[in-house]
Each structure stands twice: as structure tokens, then as C-alpha cells.
């Protein structure tokens, strides 16, 4: 199980059909590993009687980190915008370290005034490193999403 969520402000610089933003805040990440083996020896005359071993086990963590953003938007018109986002994570110290980087790219269109569509397609760089047991987390993920978009 791995959660994640991110709290920031982006203050939007400059005017007309291109602006540029960048924006600061928190990052809280969860993650929890977990797994359950069981085992079975029988000997090989069969006259024995069989023995069974079973166990489970489960490591978690969760930090907070610095989260960086930076952003383009061209409109084209008030309802049709295209963007292009940029966003880092940086843990050092502590029982967790790593990073977390993105990059996204994508259309926004506003049939409504208050909710839209958006299409992108993102890259995302996951590493995390646990001190003990030297665990990692080594995660690339890429491809494309389509969601709602509500503005206030």
C-alpha cells in the first residue's frame, strides 16, 4: 500500500495568453509493505508426519518533505488552455530519504465555467531509500490520463 498527497500555493506570474507559475508546500508520503508465506515439509519416505511453517510480516514508513513546483499555460482561447508542470520532492536525513520527480504535459478545456476536462500525459521518478534493512523504492511511471477538472 503507498499513499501520497501534496499540499501547495502557486503564484501565477505575467499576463495576457501566457503565465508562469511557481509553487511551494508539503508532500506526505505513506508506504507499507506486507506479506504472509507458509511452508510445508514432508519426507521423502511419506512415513513421517508433514510439518508446517507459516509467518507474516509487514514494514511502514511515512515522511514529509519540501515539495517544489513550476508551470507554463498558453490559452487559446478562456475555455481551451496547454500546460506544461514540472514538480520535485527532496527528503535527506532521517529514517527515509529520497526523491520524488514529475513532469507533466497536457490540454485543458472548460465546456463549463467551473469544470473541465484535461488530457496529459506525465512522467514520474519515484526513489525512496529506507535505512533499515536497506530497503528501496525504485519506481519510473509514464503514460497518459484523463480527468475532471473543478475550479472555484
Do not use: C
Not at 527515509?96 to 469544470?115: C, K, L, M, N, S
Not at 534493512?133 to 519506481?139: C, F, Q
Request: proline letters at 3%; glycine letters at 14%; charged letters at 20%.
Amino acid at each position: 500500500m503507498r499513499s501520497a498527497a501534496q499540499l501547495a500555493y502557486r503564484w501565477w506570474l505575467g499576463h495576457g495568453q501566457d503565465v508562469f507559475g511557481i509553487g511551494v508546500g508539503a508532500a506526505y508520503l505513506h508506504a507499507r509493505v506486507s506479506g504472509t508465506g507458509t511452508a510445508t515439509a514432508v519426507s521423502v519416505d511419506g512415513l513421517s508426519f508433514p510439518v508446517s511453517v507459516s509467518g507474516t510480516g509487514s514494514a511502514g514508513e511515512s515522511v514529509v518533505a519540501p515539495l517544489l513546483e513550476l508551470g507554463w499555460k498558453h490559452a487559446f482561447s478562456p475555455a481551451v488552455r496547454m500546460f506544461a508542470e514540472a514538480s520535485g520532492i527532496r527528503k535527506n536525513g532521517g529514517r527515509v530519504d529520497g526523491h520524488i520527480y514529475g513532469a507533466t504535459a497536457g490540454v485543458e478545456w472548460f465546456p463549463a465555467r467551473q469544470v473541465g476536462l484535461v488530457f496529459d500525459y506525465g512522467i514520474q521518478k519515484i526513489r525512496l531509500n529506507r535505512d533499515q534493512g536497506n530497503d528501496r523504492l525504485d519506481v519510473r511511471l509514464t503514460g497518459p490520463s484523463a480527468f475532471v477538472k473543478v475550479r472555484f
